[in-house]
Every structure is written in structure tokens, then in C-alpha cells.
């Protein structure tokens, strides 16, 4: 089965702080993808990457980078925390575009 | 452009009734349909795809390429369906995309 880890499900930070989201899968999937979830907003995607190294910007990448060093290690980063990225953040990867994605429990990060 | 569109936000249903979560869908290709479910506390999972074709804890859904949608249906609603349900598109290239989804509430 398809495990997806991402690496705290609660965090807390300040304004201005750096902030690294880290997820692990480990099914060789070719693709991640980075989302943030928020009521009435549904799953907006905000990066995802097809191999390593490589990244796409979806559809709110604004505030935000991603890494990819390794194939089952995709890393979202928070380049300068702000209030208005308080919210649900989900991981997913799949093996390709025609393939369900799998996501891991979710990172609720509250940024005070 | 690609888009999925979830008319309802909420939906209750009394245990029992049937339910049908609709989906709507806009892409001139050949289109992959998905409906995943995220129960409390749960992480989000796919519940199914319509190119299986299966039911699922007894939800099917038919992709209607005339209409453009993908809806869920179930006869005999269950407490235990209530969760979020989100229905995605897949056209082939890396990413799905989402609806905003449906908050289904099974009335006991």
C-alpha cells in the first residue's frame, strides 16, 4: 500500500519565520504534489514536481518554493511566514498523470 | 481551461434516502474521473474512478460525456458516508483537478 508521511501533522510559527513542510513517499511515484486545503476553497495546488529537481507552479505559488533533491522527498518551504497561509496542507504523489493520487494526513500549520 | 465544478457545498440526506453528489466537468479531451472522500479526522482517499466502473461501499458514478458530469450517487444512505467529498479531472498531464467539494450530512 502506498504510504504517504508527511512529517508533523500540527505546527505552530511566527510571522517572518522560514517554514519547511516535508513529505515522504515510498512507492517510487514519479509524481508530489503540494496543496493547501481550506473550507469552502476546496484543494488549491500551490507546486508540484514530476521527477527530481524538476517543479511546476500551480495554481497559488505565491509565498511559497518547493524542493525536490531525491524522488520520494518533496519538500514545501515558506520563504517568510504569514498570517494568511494559516491552513490544512496536503501532500500527494502519484505514478503518473492517468493514476489516483495518494496523500498523506495532512500538516494543519497555524502561523501566529 | 479545465475545471471541475461541485455546485453544492452542503448536502444532508436522512439515513436511508438515496444521495447524489453532483460533479460537473469542463475539458474538450478524454477525460479521467475521480471522487475522493475525506472522513473525520482521515486522511483524504480515493473512493473511485470511473474507469473501473466498480461500486464502491455502495457508491457508483457514471461519467456522462454528453452532460459533462461525473455525480455520485448511492441509494440507502448510511451515517457512516458523511465526509467531504471531492470530485477531480484528470486529462493526462501530471496534475488532477479538484472541485471545491461537497460536505455530505447523513441525518440519523
Known amino acids: 500500500d502506498v504510504k504517504v508521511t508527511q512529517s508533523s501533522r500540527y505546527l505552530v510559527k511566527r510571522t517572518g519565520e522560514k517554514v519547511f513542510l516535508e513529505c515522504v513517499q515510498d512507492m517510487d511515484h514519479e509524481n508530489m504534489f503540494w496543496y493547501r486545503q481550506d473550507p469552502g476553497l476546496g484543494l488549491r495546488l500551490i507546486y508540484f514536481s514530476y521527477d527530481v529537481k524538476m517543479k511546476e507552479k500551480g495554481d497559488i505559488p505565491e509565498g511559497y518554493s518547493v524542493s525536490r533533491e531525491k524522488k520520494e522527498r518533496f519538500s514545501l518551504i515558506l520563504e517568510s511566514a504569514s498570517t494568511n497561509q494559516t491552513s490544512m496542507y496536503l501532500c500527494?504523489?502519484?505514478?503518473?498523470?492517468?493514476?489516483?493520487?495518494?496523500f498523506g494526513d495532512g500538516t494543519r500549520l497555524s502561523i501566529l | 481551461a479545465q475545471r471541475v465544478t461541485q455546485p453544492e457545498k452542503l448536502l444532508s440526506v436522512f439515513k436511508g434516502a438515496p444521495v447524489e453528489l453532483k460533479c460537473n466537468y469542463s475539458?474538450?479531451?478524454?477525460?479521467?474521473l475521480f471522487w475522493y472522500v475525506q472522513y473525520s479526522r482521515q486522511r483524504l482517499q480515493l473512493l473511485l474512478r470511473?474507469?473501473s466502473r466498480e461500486s464502491i461501499k455502495g457508491f457508483t458514478a457514471d461519467l456522462n460525456k454528453g452532460e459533462t458530469s461525473f455525480h455520485l450517487k448511492k441509494p440507502f444512505a448510511q451515517e457512516e458516508d458523511s465526509a467531504m467529498y471531492y470530485c477531480?479531472?484528470?486529462?493526462?498531464?501530471?496534475?488532477?483537478?479538484f472541485g471545491t467539494g461537497t460536505r455530505l450530512t447523513v441525518i440519523p
Open positions: 470511473h474507469i
Open positions: 475539458y474538450s479531451g478524454s477525460p479521467e
Open positions: 500527494a504523489s502519484s505514478r503518473d498523470g492517468t493514476q489516483p493520487q495518494h
Open positions: 477531480a479531472l484528470g486529462t493526462g498531464a501530471n496534475n488532477l483537478f
